[in-house]
Nanobody
Framework: QVQLVESGGGLVQPGGSLRLSCVAS????????MSWYRQAPGKQRELVAS???????????TYADSVKGRFTISRDNAKKTSTLQMNNLKPEDTAVYFC???????????????WGQGTQVTVSS
């Protein structure tokens, strides 16, 4: 069974940094688009950053305007991991952060969307 597991959340002061990691495990044939989303209390889940893996724009990244210049997404295809480096954190970055990935399991010919369980990030003095 395919799973995504996040780690690295916690409490940090404004201006601080955190690194979130996500690892895909299970019987996997390929991992395609990997993304990070976040959901603050009372708000809808929003896309934070994405990184592609395909023949057209392999490694291309996109960011929400609110995190550009502060967050960096990366991936290690061999390890099936994604990392979100978050710098200069602000109180408004407080949210549960979710790893998301489109994965083709070995048992299937199509890709499916998978979500991690989420990790809490709290930015507060």
């Amino acid at each position: 069974q395919v799973q995504l597991v996040e780690s690295g959340g916690g409490l940090v002061q404004p201006g601080g940094s955190l690194r979130l990691s996500c690892v895909a495990s299970g019987s996997i044939s390929s991992v395609h688009l990997m993304s990070w989303y976040r959901q603050a209390p009372g708000k809808q889940r929003e896309l934070v950053a994405s990184i592609r893996r395909d023949d057209i724009s392999d490694g291309a990244t996109t960011y929400a305007d609110s995190v550009k210049g502060r967050f960096t997404i990366s991936r290690d295809n061999a390890k099936k991991t994604s990392t979100l480096q978050m710098n200069n954190l602000k109180p408004e970055d407080t949210a549960v952060y979710f790893c998301n990935a489109w994965i083709r399991p070995r048992s299937q010919y199509r890709t499916d969307e998978y979500w991690g369980q989420g990790t809490q990030v709290t930015v507060s003095s």
